[in-house]
């Protein structure tokens, strides 16, 4: 306990403070540090933040919004509980709304997350423009700030450079509206700068859809499609971006039969499990997943992470094979044999050691319209501060 005047306790030992509230999650805390004023400047040190976020467990949260902007309905949010195996909705509402003239546009979207930040994008009036803009937003602390993007930018997804201790963000920069290749460029979170920090000295195509980029072993990892018409499509597959050196190149996907078309290959599916980097090479139509595992980083060496599994979707109509081609599906690590795999509609637990796959019950599904997204942020207290530039007014209310 923290000692107090005249209660005759004694302190414990910073050590075993710094063990034992270094395991509790971002909210718990900063609910920790109204204690006392030691309690507030344990918490905050560097040591204990560094601690903290190496411990700090992750939670899968699931979006629910419409496509239906006639209708006036905010967005719902889940969170999975993996001993249950269910979705639990969880109270925080997405409230986040343009204000004044801007109120006619569209609604915002999560597109993805990284540490504490939840990545939001939205279209309307902000820095004296209109146009589609870029949020980072912090669930612990309800820090919102802009991202800093530039004429026919597009935010790709955040991520934390362990070399230069800071969150970035990846952008695809468009030369011109008839130009189909992009050229990616990486920035600081931080909205005091505006520098930079690297650029891909060649241009490739992208997914439109909700492919965030993923970090793992000191590199960025994204689906790319070549638009040089003289390289081989397979080998140039997969964009690197090495945070020590900075350099961007570009490398094959495994060797598993390929159609070698441009849908083909941005369809397939990075990911992060069991501390290694994953790709899902599956058929959208007919629900089978088929994922590799990358077993030696120096030498590009990839293996079958499972057997093909089957997934239960139901029969494809015609209405539900145009869903699942407009659609996309995401997965994300929960324990050491599971992912969790949204096909939207559905969602399904696969056991990667046993091979069988259960479906996890949705929110009921009231139209076409309706559509899911799945992102993990993790619980911890090393973000940065976001702040907003002081001559714009905040664009949402929170």
Not at 116 to 130: D, E, I, M, Q, V
Not at 152 to 170: A, D, K, M
Not at 229 to 243: S, W
């Amino acid at each position: 306990m923290c000692p107090r005047q005249n209660k005759g306790f004694d302190r414990f030992p910073d050590d075993i403070l710094v063990n034992i509230l270094s395991r509790l999650p971002a909210d718990a805390v900063l609910q920790c540090r109204k204690v006392c004023r030691h309690w507030r400047t344990l918490t905050s040190s560097t040591h204990f933040i560094t601690v903290q976020n190496r411990r700090a467990p992750s939670v899968i949260l699931l979006e629910e919004s419409s496509l239906d902007y006639l209708k006036k309905r905010g967005r719902d949010y889940y969170v999975y509980d993996a001993v249950a195996k269910k979705l639990t909705k969880i109270s925080f509402k997405s409230n986040l709304g343009f204000k004044g003239r801007a109120q006619q546009f569209y609604p915002i979207s999560l597109y993805g997350a990284c540490g504490p930040l939840l990545h939001f994008k939205a279209s309307g009036y902000y820095n004296w423009s209109w146009g589609a803009h870029e949020f980072a937003f912090n669930l612990f602390t309800r820090q919102l700030g802009a991202m800093k993007t530039r004429t026919n930018h597009s935010v790709r997804g955040l991520f934390f450079n362990e070399p230069r201790n800071e969150y970035n963000y990846l952008c695809a920069l468009r030369h011109s509206e008839s130009d189909e290749g992009r050229q990616f460029c990486v920035y600081s979170l931080d909205s005091r700068t505006d520098v930079e920090i690297a650029r891909s000295p060649f241009s490739c195509s992208s997914s439109y859809s909700k492919r965030n980029p993923v970090v793992v072993n000191g590199a960025l990892y994204l689906m790319v499609y070549p638009i040089d018409k003289d390289k081989d499509d397979c080998m140039h597959a997969i964009l690197v971006f090495e945070m020590d050196s900075g350099k961007f190149y570009t490398l094959p996907h495994p060797e598993f039969e390929c159609p070698r078309t441009k849908l083909h290959h941005l369809d397939m599916y990075l990911f992060v499990h069991d501390d290694r980097l994953c790709i899902s090479h599956s058929d959208m139509v007919l629900g089978r997943l088929d994922i590799w595992t990358l077993e030696d980083y120096a030498n590009w060496y990839w293996v079958p992470l499972s057997s093909t599994m089957s997934l239960p979707i139901p029969d494809c109509s015609t209405e539900f094979h145009q869903y699942v081609i407009q659609n996309r599906y995401v997965i994300q690590s929960v324990r050491r044999d599971e992912l969790l795999v949204l096909w939207d509609p559905y969602l399904f637990l696969v056991n990667l050691k046993e091979q069988s796959v259960e479906e996890i019950k949705m929110p009921i599904r009231g139209s076409l319209y309706q559509y899911f997204n799945l992102v993990a942020y993790k619980t911890t207290l090393a973000a940065p501060r976001l702040v907003w530039d002081e001559s714009m007014p905040p664009l949402f209310s929170l």
